[in-house]
């Protein structure tokens, strides 16, 4: 089976701060996404790979950027974090056979 | 960016009723899945769906891929506790494109 890794479930950061969140699979798969997900609004996609290096914007990229510098690993910036990224991030790589396998998430809480 | 629309947003039923929710988008798609969250775990794949008109079953799950190809849904027979949760729509156009989610059907199994 895949195995995605989240390297934080929980985390607490200061408004202003950069975070960093990251993401490692283990099936050598070029697409990763990273999606929000908050109450009431379900799971929305703020960026995704194809491959190494490359990035394209999801619905919902406005004070976030990404990094891919290795296939297996695809990490989310907040630049400047603010209370309104507190949320519950999601980073996924296509399944065995179908869909996605995601993270088990890192809940974000910004003060 | 798209969204699916999924109903319920919340269901509160006893155990062993039965149990359905629907996902409905004003787009095409070629692919539907059906996912479901356990509390502080990411989503997990319970059916997917290639063919208009299909109807797949997964033990006491039974999803249909509508004909239109616009809507799906989701039966979950005899409920038991353990099937609360979230329970999430999502529609692909291709296997290139990410996934489209619905904003997520929360159920509660009162025993």
């Known amino acids: 089976d895949v195995k995605v890794t989240q390297s934080s479930r929980y985390l607490v950061k200061r408004t202003g701060e950069k975070v960093f969140l990251e993401c490692v699979q283990d099936?050598?798969?070029?697409?990763m996404f990273w999606y929000r997900q908050d109450p009431g609004l379900g799971l929305r996609l703020i960026y995704f790979s194809y491959d190494v290096k490359m990035k394209e914007k999801g619905d919902i990229p406005e004070g976030y950027s990404v990094s891919r510098e290795k296939k297996e690993r695809f990490s989310l910036i907040l630049e400047s974090a603010s209370t309104n990224q507190t949320s519950m991030y999601l980073c996924?790589?296509?399944?065995?056979?179908?869909?996605?396998?995601f993270g088990s998430g890192t809940r974000l809480t910004v003060v | 960016g798209q969204q699916l629309n999924q109903s319920p947003q919340s269901m509160f039923i006893q155990e062993g009723e039965d149990v359905s929710m629907n996902c409905t988008s004003s787009?095409?798609?070629?692919?539907w899945l059906w996912y479901k969250q356990d509390p502080g775990e990411g989503p997990v794949l319970l059916i997917a769906l290639y063919k208009a008109g299909e109807l797949t079953s997964n033990g006491r799950l039974t999803a249909q891929f509508g004909i239109t190809r616009k809507d799906s849904f989701l039966n979950i027979s005899a409920s038991i506790p353990s099937d609360v949760g979230i329970y999430f729509c999502a529609g692909q156009l291709s296997g290139n494109t990410p996934l489209v989610f619905g904003k997520g059907t929360r159920l509660s199994v009162i025993a």
């Open positions: 787009s095409i798609f070629n692919t």
């Open positions: 996924a790589t296509p399944g065995q056979i179908y869909g996605y396998t």
């Open positions: 099936m050598d798969h070029e697409n």
